[in-house]
């Protein structure tokens, strides 16, 4: 006996050296797990005719990361800023009138999924032909950010979580200006340390000291300037701090005129929340702002951005349509994105039901396309209980 296991002694030690290794196979698979790389903000990106830079911040980058553009006109490379690694798409300007796509798609050699971006670039106009007529241009938002709530931080939504991407959003989307609602004073605050290159102007209002949210008004510093500016109030006396007809908190409009720096031109720009629970001060709501904005702005270019609270076909938007075209209705290319903005209080995944969030513009602009942006993070989280609605802008310079 002893000689026969001298004999296989080297077959049995062999043996269960396979089973062993065999036997931890599974744990190094899960120790060598894949992280993959993701976009932060949208797939989908519309660009206007004279071209454009857009910054896509990529997580988890690393060199197994390739990526291929379809077209010529759209060249993509990867940046690095602050510590944060980008991939810079180059839209060059398209000098036809057909309206043109084109496909970036981002692929690894370690087993993560491909990740598919579409740019849509407008063609020309007659207008927009050089030696034709003098436009401007400008790209404008509506925001509902959610207030911070202590409600969502048990739901994994807190504004701690949320304000990076809501950030990510109005950066990557390249707002000029952008009107918010809800948002308290530090997160104003931290939406200003995440894009130094805004500036913002704005006015508390709602919750039960009337001094919980702002309606406020980020805009690019370098671009336009504040020349005036003021607020009204949604009330029977909307030129002092009041609740108006059924309401439970204050609500207003807040308004800037400004000075786009490079053209001299000056528009008005209004940004709005209405009541949300009962009816009287919605539909009083809509004739006072009608009212405020001929006071206001007069012959000036008017916009006006803001969470209504009311479905397009109550009577306090159609009174509002007196004086001034929903973005919605009058853009010149087909609506990009859900139809629908809210997600309801506190509900931050899911399909959106109702339209609620609206750019109203006067009949000095043009709109070139208008979108709402269905941007997620963390496996379909958007930034907010409200989509923002986008809207690219023209308008013929003096």
């Given at each position: 006996?002893?000689?026969?296991?001298?004999?296989?002694?080297?077959?049995?030690?062999?043996?269960?050296?396979?089973?062993?290794?065999?036997?931890?196979?599974?744990?190094?698979?899960?120790?060598?797990?894949?992280?993959?790389?993701?976009?932060?903000?949208?797939?989908?990106?519309?660009?206007?005719?004279?071209?454009?830079?857009?910054?896509?911040?990529?997580?988890?980058?690393?060199?197994?990361?390739?990526?291929?553009?379809?077209?010529?006109?759209?060249?993509?490379?990867?940046?690095?800023?602050?510590?944060?690694?980008?991939?810079?798409?180059?839209?060059?300007?398209?000098?036809?009138?057909?309206?043109?796509?084109?496909?970036?798609?981002?692929?690894?050699?370690?087993?993560?999924?491909?990740?598919?971006?579409?740019?849509?670039?407008?063609?020309?106009?007659?207008?927009?032909?050089?030696?034709?007529?003098?436009?401007?241009?400008?790209?404008?938002?509506?925001?509902?950010?959610?207030?911070?709530?202590?409600?969502?931080?048990?739901?994994?939504?807190?504004?701690?979580?949320?304000?990076?991407?809501?950030?990510?959003?109005?950066?990557?989307?390249?707002?000029?200006?952008?009107?918010?609602?809800?948002?308290?004073?530090?997160?104003?605050?931290?939406?200003?340390?995440?894009?130094?290159?805004?500036?913002?102007?704005?006015?508390?209002?709602?919750?039960?000291?009337?001094?919980?949210?702002?309606?406020?008004?980020?805009?690019?510093?370098?671009?336009?300037?504040?020349?005036?500016?003021?607020?009204?109030?949604?009330?029977?006396?909307?030129?002092?701090?009041?609740?108006?007809?059924?309401?439970?908190?204050?609500?207003?409009?807040?308004?800037?005129?400004?000075?786009?720096?490079?053209?001299?031109?000056?528009?008005?720009?209004?940004?709005v929340h209405f009541y949300w629970r009962n009816q009287t001060a919605k539909l009083n709501s809509g004739p006072l702002l009608a009212a405020k904005v001929q006071e206001i702005a007069g012959d000036a270019p008017a916009i006006c951005t803001g969470d209504f609270n009311s479905p397009s076909t109550s009577p306090q938007i159609n009174a509002?349509?007196?004086?001034?075209?929903?973005a919605y209705d009058i853009t010149e290319t087909p609506p990009v994105g859900p139809v629908d903005t809210n997600l309801g209080g506190g509900v931050f995944s899911g399909e959106p039901n109702?339209?609620?969030?609206?750019?109203?513009?006067?009949?000095?602009?043009?709109?070139?396309?208008?979108?709402?942006?269905?941007?997620?993070?963390?496996?379909?989280?958007?930034?907010?209980?409200?989509?923002?609605?986008?809207?690219?802008?023209?308008?013929?310079?003096?």
């Amino acid at each position: 006996m002893k000689i026969l296991y001298k004999f296989f002694q080297p077959f049995i030690i062999g043996l269960i050296f396979l089973v062993a290794c065999a036997s931890n196979t599974p744990n190094e698979e899960i120790n060598t797990e894949v992280n993959c790389y993701s976009v932060v903000g949208s797939h989908n990106y519309s660009i206007q005719a004279d071209g454009d830079e857009i910054n896509i911040e990529l997580l988890n980058y690393d060199n197994h990361v390739s990526f291929l553009s379809s077209k010529n006109w759209c060249k993509a490379k990867i940046e690095n800023k602050d510590g944060k690694d980008y991939l810079q798409l180059i839209i060059e300007p398209n000098t036809d009138e057909i309206n043109r796509t084109a496909g970036v798609i981002l692929s690894s050699n370690l087993d993560c999924p491909n990740i598919e971006l579409t740019i849509q670039q407008l063609g020309i106009t007659i207008e927009d032909e050089p030696g034709e007529s003098n436009f401007g241009s400008l790209k404008v938002s509506s925001y509902n950010i959610r207030y911070a709530s202590s409600a969502d931080i048990e739901t994994g939504n807190g504004w701690d979580v949320r304000k990076q991407h809501v950030a990510n959003l109005i950066g990557t989307h390249n707002f000029d200006i952008v009107g918010t609602q809800e948002g308290n004073d530090a997160q104003l605050a931290d939406l200003k340390g995440y894009l130094p290159e805004y500036n913002f102007v704005g006015h508390p209002y709602g919750g039960s000291n009337n001094n919980s949210h702002n309606n406020a008004i980020f805009y690019k510093k370098e671009k336009y300037e504040v020349i005036d500016k003021g607020v009204f109030w949604f009330s029977e006396a909307p030129d002092i701090p009041s609740i108006g007809w059924d309401a439970s908190d204050q609500r207003i409009c807040y308004w800037a005129k400004f000075k786009e720096l490079e053209t001299n031109l000056e528009f008005y720009f209004f940004n709005v929340h209405f009541y949300w629970r009962n009816q009287t001060a919605k539909l009083n709501s809509g004739p006072l702002l009608a009212a405020k904005v001929q006071e206001i702005a007069g012959d000036a270019p008017a916009i006006c951005t803001g969470d209504f609270n009311s479905p397009s076909t109550s009577p306090q938007i159609n009174a509002i349509l007196t004086v001034l075209k929903d973005a919605y209705d009058i853009t010149e290319t087909p609506p990009v994105g859900p139809v629908d903005t809210n997600l309801g209080g506190g509900v931050f995944s899911g399909e959106p039901n109702g339209r609620i969030d609206y750019i109203f513009v006067s009949d000095h602009f043009k709109v070139k396309n208008y979108a709402v942006l269905a941007d997620t993070y963390n496996d379909g989280r958007y930034p907010s209980d409200h989509l923002p609605v986008s809207a690219e802008l023209s308008i013929k310079l003096d």
